[in-house]
């Protein structure tokens, strides 16, 4: 079975510092990676996605995520965040439906960032 | 444009009472999930399905039914509720995940169980 670990449930940031979300995974199957993004009192929104291809993601927003196959991992980074910035992030597997559309979600974490 | 609406999005109720949320999607996407979202436990998988008649069940379906009886409409039903059900629920829909990679998902319904 699929499971998702986010290791860090809150990250504080000062605006226009570099941040880094992590994310593992496990999974015996090959999978399909993703980040949401969810404002307040918000339903969730797609960040960037991994399917194939390059392992390197560029998402909206100035968000960029890099596949590691060997270390199970998905990190989401931005270079220099904003206070807009400021959400809960979920990563997300392909659940046992594989490319069917099941989705396994991680715990969260909270990005702060202050001014 | 295609959108996914839930309703009620604020509810209160008793324990023991029967709840539906209702969710509608004008993507004419074949597959629907429910999740619910708890501190804590991030979004948790309820009830899925990918079609019109399939249901199938999530990691957290006890308590909770979906029928589904045509392509825009997965409503969920609590036959009894109990305060653990106090939780935000979100609908959401998507096309064959390996063209889009994309779940749409509604605004969340919010449901209090007292």
């Known amino acids: 079975a699929q499971s998702v670990t986010q290791l860090d449930s809150q990250v504080p940031v000062f605006e226009e510092a570099p941040v880094e979300l992590r994310c593992n995974y496990s999974?015996?199957?090959?999978?399909?990676l993703f980040w949401y993004v969810q404002y307040p009192n918000q339903g969730l929104q797609l960040l960037l996605k991994?399917?194939?291809?390059?392992?390197l993601v560029k998402g909206i927003n100035g968000f960029e995520a890099e596949f590691n196959k060997s270390q199970t991992s998905f990190h989401l980074r931005k270079p220099s965040v904003h206070i807009s910035d400021t959400a809960e992030y979920f990563c997300a597997v392909s659940g046992s439906g594989g490319s069917q559309g099941n989705l396994i979600f991680g715990k969260g974490t909270k990005l702060s960032v202050k001014p | 444009d295609a959108e996914i609406t839930q309703s009620p999005r604020h509810k209160i109720t008793e324990t023991g009472r029967q709840v539906t949320l209702a969710c509608h999607q004008t993507?004419?996407?074949?597959?629907m999930f429910w999740y619910r979202q708890d501190l804590g436990h991030g979004l948790r998988l309820i009830h899925y399905s990918y079609g019109v008649q399939d249901t199938n069940k999530g990691e957290v379906s006890d308590g909770y039914s979906v029928s589904r009886s045509n392509t825009e409409d997965l409503p969920l039903t609590l036959e009894s509720a109990a305060s653990s059900q106090t939780s935000v629920y979100f609908c959401?829909?998507?096309?064959?995940?390996?063209?889009?990679?994309?779940?749409?998902f509604g605004e969340g319904s919010r449901l209090t169980v007292l």
């Open positions: 993507w004419n996407h074949n597959n």
């Open positions: 999974s015996s199957v090959s999978v399909y």
């Open positions: 959401a829909s998507s096309e064959f995940l390996g063209n889009t990679g994309e779940l749409f």
């Open positions: 991994y399917l194939s291809g390059s392992t």
